[in-house]
């Protein structure tokens, strides 16, 4: 007799979602984490329900600017060299996936969980009392120069297949609808349906006090290695070990570290980000704003505008990056004109793997154990919808959307 139908590993937005869809449906679960519920990389990021971010990180575009990226004192992109040489697997797939017809088909998978984002979150908002947390006001993507916003209409042409809404906005539009903004601009659009979280942690809290109220345990814990037999799975946990008939790995970033989980053999590595809080400042911009050359996001959220983004690759262990956090500051001056010493400031992972899709399905080894990470830029998007993906796989059943092209066995190149 199991004592769990299902244990989440992390609690995450990923775990917290798969676990309070999971209690919804009836299932007996249990939610583990070390550290509180959305305390990582759900903590720091953007903010942005960005269903229309349907384009890879992974593009030709990206292959061809990635000697200036990487040469420039000025960019939002670093790479520690001695990280790359040491993983030469995850950042040689990482470029093979920049093929145009790789691209194209990381685009269209991404799309297509990503029609199905709203179904999977809204549920767990309505559930969890938070539709105060939630903005409806668009996000704002600008670009200083006419060489980026010419390089963005091949994707703006594929939302437009996709039925995502936008308008494209000249330099007055742009400065009529958020006249904070100092940046000379060249162009902008507006994606009118996305939403933004205004404390994406605060969401994690209260789907996770849902999920107690539903009946579900939550245990303050690591897991460092899961056992599948035939029928189910023991979960080391802390010093004790529990078993339950399926577990879903959900640890982010961290997922490799867990034995036996099969994630510990998958290509995942990690996209770093940096977020700066400037606590009275919130009221420069009424939405989030992408900057597309500054690679980062200004946000309004509860705790005052956060400036949030980049990408550094250079692994799980290495220090916090001060030229990283300084980048932002003076990208975000350049944005929004002078601003003040930051309150705090933040270092995140995303998970990430090589073609920039999540993993969600059975792992290689055994039906028992559910992997759902590699989330990479999208996690508090996609959260909710992997989340419902999970519960129907715990449940012993296939989900109404094809998530084949997700498996942790597909190849990664
Ligand atoms: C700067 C930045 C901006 C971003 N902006 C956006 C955005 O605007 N919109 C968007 O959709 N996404 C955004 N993202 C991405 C998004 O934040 C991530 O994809 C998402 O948070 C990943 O969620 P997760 O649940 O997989 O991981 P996490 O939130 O990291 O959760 C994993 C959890 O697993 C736990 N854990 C680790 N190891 C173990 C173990 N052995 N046992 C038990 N628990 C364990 C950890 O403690 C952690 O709590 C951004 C990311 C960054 C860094």
């Not at 550290?35 to 269903?51: E, I, R, V, W």
């Not at 938070?130 to 409806?136: H, S």
């Not at 091949?154 to 936008?166: D, M, N, S, V, Y």
Request: proline share 7%.
């Amino acid at each position: 007799m199991q004592d769990f139908d299902l244990v989440v590993v992390g609690a995450g937005i990923v775990g917290t979602a798969s676990a309070l869809w999971a209690q919804k449906r009836g299932l007996k679960v249990m939610l583990c984490d070390p550290n509180p519920p959305g305390s990582g990389t759900s903590f720091g990021n953007a903010c942005t329900l960005a269903t229309y971010a349907v384009m890879p990180v992974n593009s030709p575009a990206v292959l061809r600017a990635l000697p200036r990226l990487l040469s420039s004192g000025d960019s939002p992109l670093s790479v520690d060299l001695m990280h790359a040489l040491r993983h030469p697997r995850w950042m040689l797939s990482f470029l093979a996936n920049c093929r145009p017809a790789r691209s194209d088909h990381i685009a269209r998978q991404l799309a297509d969980i990503m029609g199905h984002a709203d179904a999977g979150l809204n549920p767990l908002i309505a559930e969890a009392g938070a539709e105060d947390l939630i903005v409806n006001r668009g996000q704002l993507t600008v670009w200083s120069t006419k060489d980026a916003a010419e390089g963005e209409k091949a994707g703006l042409a594929f939302r437009k297949t996709l039925g995502i809404p936008f308008e494209v906005l000249g330099p007055q539009d742009t400065l009529a609808l958020e006249p904070g903004l100092r940046l000379p601009i060249h162009g902008a659009v507006h994606y009118t349906a996305a939403r933004s979280v205004r404390d994406p942690q605060e969401l994690i809290n209260r789907m996770h006090r849902r999920f107690l109220a539903l009946g579900g345990q939550w245990r303050q814990a690591r897991v460092s290695e899961t056992r599948a037999y035939g029928t189910s799975v023991e979960v080391m946990l802390g010093d004790t070990q529990v078993e339950a008939t399926r577990v879903v790995i959900a640890a982010g970033a961290h997922a490799g570290s867990i034995r036996g989980s099969g994630a510990e053999n998958l290509p995942l590595g990690t996209e770093r980000g940096y977020h700066l809080i400037f606590s009275n400042d919130a009221h420069r911009i009424t939405r989030p704003v992408g900057w597309a050359e500054g690679g980062f996001y200004a946000v309004p959220m509860a705790q005052g505008l956060r400036l949030a983004g980049t990408v550094e690759i250079a692994g799980l262990r290495a220090p916090e990056n001060r030229g990283r956090l300084a980048y932002i500051a003076r990208k975000g001056a350049a944005l929004l004109g002078p601003l003040p010493q930051p309150d705090s400031h933040w270092l995140g992972f995303r998970p990430t793997m090589p073609d920039s899709m999540p993993v969600i399905g059975h792992a290689p080894h055994s039906d028992r154990i559910i992997h759902a990470f590699g989330h990479q830029h999208l996690g508090l998007t996609l959260g909710g919808i992997t989340g419902r993906i999970v519960a129907d796989l715990a449940e012993g059943r296939m989900p109404n959307l094809p998530i084949a092209a997700f498996s942790p066995n597909r190849r990664f190149a």
